[in-house]
């Protein structure tokens, strides 16, 4: 999950923040900048300090040495399915911040939504580059040609999968409050989030324990925010 994508999904929250933040004030408060400033400090903070493996340990790697779980998906990359994961991912955090900014109250729960995605990517980095796991491509026959991408070193866990349930999670935890109960909508942004995991896995960008790690990694950033913040 490259930073830019979370800073994008901030931007898009930006108007119907403001919105709701007229409406419902003061739904931003200095807690809630710093702590949306140090998660987009560490989110960034791998990349800017060179933190994490330069080189990959094999090309190609053998996918004997897979487990069973993560083996049958690898295949060569397709680029449409890794661009559909991300306009997926910001089609999510755009239609949550719509529901809930145009909601009483729910400004400070777009707040919540776009701490949890912040925490949940800067986490996903730090993870990233102390893990350093190799992305499927370097065990396909495209490998010597990846091997040179410092990215394709990065794959658990999936920061894409990440974000989107810490704002699906976000989201069901917050109609729940708003409305007494997460209903029908509270349950599709899980099956939004579920969506942008397998795109990810059908681009041949993560293995299928990489989409779960980062699906527990966004959930826990959700209920951790939510617990703090409310």
């Known amino acids: ?44 903070a791998p990349r800017l300090f060179g933190w994490g493996p330069d080189s990959a340990p094999c090309a190609p790697c053998s996918r004997a040495d897979l487990p069973g779980f993560d083996r049958w ?55 990233k580059a102390a893990v350093g796991r190799t992305r499927p491509v370097l065990y396909t026959d495209g490998a010597a040609a990846a091997v040179g991408n410092a990215e394709n070193l990065r794959s658990f866990p999936s920061g894409h999968t990440a974000v989107a349930f810490s704002l699906a999670t976000t989201y069901w935890l917050a109609r729940r409050d708003l409305t007494g109960r997460p209903g029908a909508a509270g349950w599709l942004g899980f099956v939004a989030a579920a969506g942008v995991g397998v795109m ?30 409310f």
């Open 200 to 229: 990810r896995v059908t681009a041949g960008k993560h293995f299928p324990s990489d989409v779960l790690g980062g699906a527990l990694l966004g959930a826990a950033s959700g209920v951790i925010v939510h617990a703090v913040r």
């Open 1 to 44: 999950m490259r930073p830019r994508i979370l800073l994008l999904a901030g931007a898009l929250a930006i108007p119907e923040l403001l919105a709701a933040q007229a409406a419902n004030p003061p739904a931003v408060r200095p807690a809630d900048i710093i702590s949306g400033g140090v998660a987009a400090g560490l989110a960034v």
């Open 73 to 127: 998906v690898v295949h060569d990359p397709i680029p449409a399915w890794a661009t559909a994961s991300s306009i997926a991912l910001l089609g999510l955090g755009a239609a949550v911040a719509v529901d809930l900014g145009r909601r009483e109250r729910g400004a400070a729960y777009v707040v919540a939504a776009v701490q949890a995605g912040l925490w949940a990517g800067a986490a996903t980095e730090v993870l």
